[in-house]
Every structure is written in structure tokens, then in C-alpha cells.
């Protein structure tokens, strides 16, 4: 009996002190991919135990890691890309037990994809995400398969571009008091076919304007997020079946339901919500997330623009500064926390009058340690090395100004803060 007690004892001592070689699940584990372009896929990571998502990659090979790393890596001399910061939607659970990923793969990754696998490499490649462990610092590596195909049905169904604008061509649109307004139509290419159903809402003068996590679709949240979005005045529904074509105008709402009174600024909103496409599903259960189904149809890697239009008679050139006088910016959220030696990538969402853009950032006395002039078409800036070192442990805030050919400011963000944890 003793003998008994002794063994279980070690027993139940082995099993505190062994490590967790649970492995991080994931569904879709596999997945149909536009081989021509760019596609967007919804993925549920689960199963996390004490892990936080890092970088990831794709690539035409993969390998064991090795010790004490786990999964399987990217096969040096393979990769094809990194999943690019501006389309980096991925968001963690509150539990810290889930991470759901919308893995965005631009044309430059598919394209370099196709040209291997016209050499006679294997036409499918491979989404390697990291996952760190906070207590060991050992990697664990998630592998999605992407199989080539065309952009048709069996790829799910996803937003690659929207652009809407009214039927004048103007940046912003502005019009008297109590005149109705042009039609307006939005411009969507994507790929897969499915329901697009949703509505238009309006943002009234006065009240607070969206935020980015507001402008993204509903298949782009993950499910605890969704039905958070903050809701506006609904204009019209509309709900329609997008055969595999890939381009699609979808009409605004009828002209005479857009307010033009009182005066001001109005942002017209395209609120997609999610669809149910079984190309773009998601299984909490095999991701080890929970129970159930996260229907994702028509995710987008991007927040969808909102059209403004100025009511009033204060001149054209005010209505043209409200819309340019705020930046928006993207990544890091405010009051982030950078650990460990991973790299700052600021990021911004660009508007069509800069010439270019200047990155200040400044100490918590407002003293500048770093700035950066950039071209347009960038929108993304990688912080050198030493800005760890200056910040010395101490909050940074930091914006994005946008400069006019004439070198005047047309535009200005908030400033963010962030700070270096160890």
C-alpha cells in the first residue's frame, strides 16, 4: 500500500513539473487558394497554453524545428513572404486560449507560389504561424496548407477590394441645405461566390465617426467581438448573391433617403455582415476554441472606406479640410506594449493629397527622438533598433502628419502612446 501511495505521489509530482506538450490546433487546417491574386481566409487557432502569437510566414517547404521548438518550421531558402502589417487583423481571445488569424495572402506571395510550382516544386504551400511560450520561450510552430486553385467557388468567399463613391467624381462632395444628393454605388471584387447581405448606415454630423475595428466586416471579427461593432443610422438592406465572376457594383441606397440637413460632415457606411459559406467555415470544436461554427463569409483583410460628403454653405475648401484634416492610423493600437526584441512597425492608413508623410516620435516630455519622412504608397515605417534603447523604459506617443506638395501640413493623427515591456 505504501509502495502504491509513493508511486502515485511521484506520479502526480511529474505531471506539475512536466512541460505542456499539448499542441496548438487550428481549423481550417487546409485551405483553396486564388492562384492568381490575393485571398483572405478566416483562421481559428486554439488549444493555447500559456503561448502568444508571433510572426508569420509562407513558404514553399517545411521541416521539423528543432529542440526544443516544436511543429514545423519554414524551410530556409523557401519563403515566399510575410503577412504584411496593414493586413494584420489577428486578435487574441480575452482567456488568452484562442488567437483568430485572417490570413491575407497578397499577389506578390501567390504569384512567386506559381512560378515554383511551374518549375516542378509542389503546387501547394504553406502559412506558418509562431507561437511563443511566455514561460520557456520555445517556438511553437502552426502550419495551414494552401492549395492552389482558381478564384471561383471553392475558394472562400472574401472582399479583395471596395471602393465607393457617388456618380459625380469628387474627393469630397458637397452639397446645399435640403438638396438631394447624386445615387452612389460601391465597386467590389472578390473571390468565391456567396451571399453579400448587410446595410447602409449614415454617421451624422456631431457624432463620433467610426473606428477602424467599426469599418471591417462582420466575418473579420472574431466571435466575441461580433455584434460590438458600434451601430449608426440604418439607410437601406440589401442582401444579393454574388455569382464567381469576381467583380460586382452593388447600388447605394436611394438617393432621396441621404439627410442634407443640418450641415456638415456625413460619412455613408457599407456594413457587410457575415454570410454562411462553407469554404469559409470554421470549427471551433477541431480548432480546440470552444463549440460551434464561426460562419465567415465575405472577410476582408482591410476596413471598408466610408464616402463623405459635406452639407452646408461654408465653401468647398472646408468640407475638403474636414476630410483631410485627420490621419488615420493603424498599427500599434494605442497603449500597446512591445515585448522582447521584436521590431516596432508603425503603420497608417494614407490619404490622396500627401505628398509625403513625416513619423514623429517623442519621449513623455515631448522631446523628439525619432522622425521619418516617407513616400505615399509606403503607409508602413519599421522603427530602427536603437528606439528600445531611447525610450530607456519610459511611455512614447507618437503620430503621423501628412505634408502637401507645398510642404504645409494637409493632415494630422492623434498621438498614440506605447512602451517597452521586458
Known amino acids: 500500500m505504501v509502495r ?16 505542456d506538450t499539448r499542441a496548438v490546433s487550428r481549423d481550417p487546417n487546409g485551405v483553396n487558394v486564388n492562384s492568381n491574386g490575393p485571398t483572405s481566409v478566416f483562421i481559428t487557432f486554439g488549444a493555447l497554453a500559456n503561448q502568444r502569437p508571433a510572426e508569420a510566414f509562407w513558404c514553399g517547404e517545411i521541416e521539423p524545428a528543432p529542440a526544443p521548438d516544436t511543429g514545423f518550421r519554414c524551410r530556409a531558402g523557401t519563403i515566399f513572404g510575410q503577412l504584411p502589417i496593414r493586413f494584420d487583423q489577428s486578435r487574441l481571445s480575452p482567456n488568452a486560449a484562442s488567437f483568430t488569424d485572417i490570413m491575407t495572402i497578397p499577389p506578390s506571395v501567390a504569384r512567386r507560389a506559381y512560378q515554383a510550382a511551374e518549375t516542378g516544386q509542389n503546387s501547394d504551400f504553406f502559412y506558418v504561424r509562431r507561437f511563443i511560450n511566455n514561460t520557456t520561450g520555445a517556438s511553437e510552430f502552426v502550419f495551414v496548407t494552401c492549395r492552389m486553385a482558381g478564384g471561383g467557388a471553392r475558394v472562400p468567399f472574401a472582399l479583395l477590394d471596395v471602393r465607393i463613391a457617388f456618380a459625380k467624381e469628387r ?3 458637397e452639397v446645399a441645405l435640403n438638396e438631394q444628393l447624386p445615387p452612389l454605388a460601391a465597386e467590389i471584387h472578390y473571390n468565391g461566390t456567396g451571399r453579400l447581405k448587410g446595410r447602409w448606415e449614415i454617421v451624422m454630423p456631431g457624432e463620433d465617426p467610426p473606428t477602424q475595428r467599426d469599418l471591417l466586416t462582420e466575418a473579420t471579427l472574431p466571435a466575441f467581438e461580433r455584434g460590438l461593432q458600434r451601430r449608426y443610422r440604418q439607410l437601406e438592406r440589401f442582401d444579393v448573391f454574388l455569382p464567381p465572376t469576381g467583380r460586382f457594383v ?52 482591410f476596413p471598408l472606406p466610408p464616402l463623405r460628403y459635406y452639407v452646408g454653405s461654408e465653401g468647398r475648401q472646408l468640407a475638403i479640410e474636414a476630410a483631410r484634416g485627420k490621419l488615420d492610423l493603424f498599427l500599434p493600437l494605442d497603449q500597446s506594449a512591445i515585448f522582447g526584441e521584436r521590431p516596432v512597425d508603425f503603420s497608417w492608413i494614407e490619404t490622396q493629397q500627401a505628398a509625403f508623410y513625416r513619423l514623429e516620435v517623442q519621449d513623455a516630455q515631448g522631446r ?18 536603437w528606439l528600445k534603447e531611447r525610450a530607456g523604459g519610459k511611455p512614447l506617443r507618437w503620430r503621423v502628419l501628412a505634408v502637401s506638395p507645398g510642404g504645409e501640413v494637409a493632415g494630422a493623427s492623434d498621438w498614440r502612446t506605447l512602451q517597452f515591456g521586458s
Open 368 to 385: 523628439e527622438i525619432l522622425s521619418a519622412v516617407l513616400q505615399p504608397g509606403v503607409g508602413a515605417y519599421r522603427a530602427p533598433p
Open 4 to 19: 502504491i501511495l509513493l508511486i502515485l505521489g511521484a506520479l502526480a509530482a511529474f505531471a506539475l513539473t512536466a512541460p
Open 171 to 173: 474627393p469630397v462632395l
Open 250 to 301: 452593388l447600388p447605394g441606397p436611394d438617393p432621396s433617403k441621404l439627410p442634407s440637413n443640418p450641415g456638415g460632415l456625413y460619412y455613408v457606411l457599407l456594413r457587410v455582415e457575415a454570410s454562411n459559406d462553407k469554404e469559409a467555415d470554421s470549427n471551433l470544436a477541431l480548432a480546440g476554441a470552444g463549440q460551434g461554427i464561426v460562419h465567415s463569409g465575405a472577410v476582408a483583410g
